[in-house]
């Protein structure tokens, strides 16, 4: 199993650009979720879903689309960039409610 | 009001040694707790869920109280591949996926 498969591991913007970060995991996990993680600040929630087209808001949503139209995939979309959105973005699942969750690699993102 | 607070460290304790982690977390409604591990630069990997009966995997041990809203961490016999961030961590009481503490930073010394 390959886990959880974040691309790019990699990618420069410039301000006011769109792209999507790409998440899939292999293990029938229901739920998934994305995280930004920047120095001083921790992990926190951006989206997470429980189930294939089912998906709602975490602590910062705002910039960010996702959607959930398989179990495996679960990419995050953001909108129009801003540096504020420099970060490093991990996804994960998760086989249900009092597991942990399984992690990608991580997104480092930087705009510009 | 940061829902899990974790002391940041650095700890800085010899090979060998025992090491204590604690955290307190906010919300009385989550569900599930857990300890991870993150390397420099690295993604967070699970290290083990926290019961309140205790858990304890090789030389780590977990305890989670319920009532002071409280979660522990004990590494004995420390080793040098045990250096990283550990990130105390709660799921549930509201929004699905996790809360994270800032994290502890353990260097362990030769």
């Known amino acids: 199993n390959a886990g959880v498969t974040q691309t790019p591991k990699f990618q420069v913007l410039k301000t006011g650009q769109s792209m999507t970060l790409q998440c899939a995991q292999d293990?029938?996990?229901?739920?998934m979720s994305w995280y930004r993680q920047d120095p001083g600040m921790g992990l926190r929630l951006i989206h997470y879903?429980?189930?294939?087209?089912?998906?709602d808001q975490g602590e910062v949503p705002n910039g960010y689309n996702v959607s959930r139209s398989t179990t495996e995939d679960f990419p995050l979309r953001l909108l129009s960039a801003a540096p504020s959105q420099t970060s490093v973005y991990f996804c994960?699942?998760?086989?249900?409610?009092?597991?942990?969750?399984?992690f990608g690699s991580g997104t480092r993102l930087t705009v510009v | 009001r940061k829902e899990v607070e974790q002391d940041p460290g650095p700890f800085n304790v010899p090979e060998g040694a025992t090491v204590a982690f604690n955290c307190t977390y906010s919300?009385?409604?989550?569900?599930?707790f857990f300890w991870y591990r993150q390397d420099c630069r690295k993604e967070p990997k699970l290290l083990m869920s926290?019961?309140?009966s205790g858990n304890e995997d090789g030389r780590f041990t977990a305890q989670l109280n319920r009532a002071s809203q409280y979660i522990s961490l004990l590494i004995r016999d420390s080793k040098l591949s045990d250096s990283a961030t550990y990130l105390c961590?709660?799921?549930?009481?509201?929004?699905?996926?996790?809360?994270f503490g800032k994290g502890t930073h353990l260097i362990i010394q030769p």
């Open positions: 961590v709660v799921r549930g009481g509201g929004a699905d996926g996790l809360t």
């Open positions: 926290v019961y309140s």
């Open positions: 879903s429980v189930g294939a087209g089912i998906t």
């Open positions: 293990m029938n996990h229901e739920y």
């Open positions: 994960a699942s998760s086989p249900g409610v009092g597991y942990g969750y399984t």
């Open positions: 919300n009385s409604a989550s569900q599930s």
